[in-house]
């Protein structure tokens, strides 16, 4: 990426432009692909609780690029309203520490809860079962 960038600066080739954008869509991929790799392969744990769908845990790594995209449009108003961009190291490091805060105090519950939510489910389809033998 140096390479390409020192290309761009002291040539001014269009090639030096096509491939910081190939680089940028590279790192996109990325960006976007990753959490939900992560999310599967945690799926696949034992120890991970069954009763959480999947639908929630996708809908929590969406939500995440929702407020990212926010917390750059607060960042933007920021820049201008200071007149300089070295806002933007202290913003990343308190959004960092806010992130790292909300990821060790984040709470899935007990497996205790989770195994009780599913015999409350059972219960409910062997009534439902029984109420359709007497029908």
């Known amino acids: 990426m140096i390479f390409v960038l020192a290309l761009n600066i002291f040539t ?21 692909s990753v959490p939900y790799m992560l999310l599967g392969i945690y799926r ?3 120890s991970y609780p069954k009763s959480r769908g999947l639908s929630s845990d996708n809908s929590i790594i969406s ?3 929702s407020v990212g995209q926010a917390a ?6 920021i820049v201008q309203k200071t007149g300089t961009t070295t806002v933007i190291i202290p913003w ?8 790292l805060i909300t ?3 984040l709470d899935y519950g007990s497996n205790e809860a989770s195994k009780a939510n599913e015999n409350k489910k059972q219960e409910d389809i ?3 079962d029984n109420r359709n ?3």
């Open 12 to 32: 001014h080739s269009s090639l030096g432009f096509f491939l910081i954008a190939v680089a940028m869509a590279f790192s996109l991929c990325i960006q976007v």
């Open 44 to 46: 696949e744990d034992p």
């Open 63 to 65: 939500s995440t690029f």
């Open 72 to 77: 750059a449009i607060l960042l933007s108003f």
């Open 92 to 99: 990343s490091l308190g959004s960092a520490i806010l992130a």
């Open 103 to 105: 990821a060790f105090y």
């Open 126 to 128: 062997q009534l439902t």
């Open 133 to 135: 033998e007497n029908l």
